[in-house]
């Protein structure tokens, strides 16, 4: 269950003690050539990684560093002139009160004018949750709100499918470890093409993430995925939003 009596402390959180900043990877339709939406990614402000960021996370941090986390994707994503969707990671564990711990993203959304239409949040399969039913009582709430909400990586953990009857995202973003090598891994076409199924049953969106060559670009694209996020479109990047040849902004 959520820890009340760190909620009610929520507010004299102290400042996170490092910078960071986002670059925003695009994902792209393949179906009507233009950006879908964008996600943000955690960098550090003099380079460093996701991973070394992420390193410095711990429990008396969590929560102000899934804040900031939010609000900067925001602000910067407005300064940008995103007009497409923007994803934003969070961390199901330093979610206290779904309605007090959304109050700084609908604030930061009114201030730089960006409709809560547009946000994704994702959550990756990965992410040990401690509670299921909180993390159901999140999406649930976001949801109502107008959020989107999505699970990250899937195919990479071990809940599998009863995640999507479980909670019901609107988008799930296949793992990369799938989506790579998949034109010549006979195994990974079967996985994958299970769980394509079972999401369009279920009216879910669908991205493949990871993609770096042109043939795994076909491969998934001929079982009926048009969203796309790689390298082979662009790398993430600070400060723009990267438009790939041969598609528009929106």
Excluded: W
Excluded at 133 to 144: A, M
């Amino acid at each position: 269950m959520p820890d009340q009596n760190r909620c009610s402390k929520c507010k004299d959180t102290q400042p996170l003690g490092f910078d960071i900043t986002m670059a925003f990877q695009p994902i792209v339709d393949l179906r009507e050539k233009r950006v879908y939406g964008y996600e943000a990614l955690v960098r550090g402000t003099n380079g460093e990684g996701a991973g070394e960021i992420l390193s410095r996370i711990s429990e008396s941090n969590r929560y102000v560093f899934d804040q900031t986390c939010r609000i900067k994707a925001i602000e910067l994503a407005s300064k940008l002139g995103l007009k497409s969707r923007l994803s934003i990671n969070f961390l199901p564990n330093a979610v206290y009160q779904p309605e007090a711990c959304i109050r700084a993203t609908l604030a930061a959304a009114e201030k730089y004018n960006f409709p809560l239409s547009q946000i994704t949040f994702e959550v990756t399969e990965s992410e040990p949750v401690q509670d299921p039913v909180h993390l159901l009582n999140i999406f649930q709430s976001y949801q109502s709100r107008g959020f989107a909400t999505a699970i990250d990586d899937f195919g990479a953990g071990y809940a599998g499918l009863s995640l999507l009857l479980d909670f019901r995202p609107q988008v799930i973003k296949l793992d990369m470890a799938l989506c790579q090598g998949i034109a010549k891994d006979t195994i990974k076409k079967t996985i994958t093409q299970g769980i394509i199924n079972t999401a369009r049953v279920l009216n879910i969106e669908i991205v493949a993430e990871g993609i770096e060559i042109q043939e795994d670009l076909e491969t998934i694209r001929d079982m009926g995925v048009y969203l796309i996020q790689g390298y082979l479109f662009s790398r993430p990047e600070i400060g723009r939003l990267a438009v790939p040849e041969g598609f528009s902004a929106d």
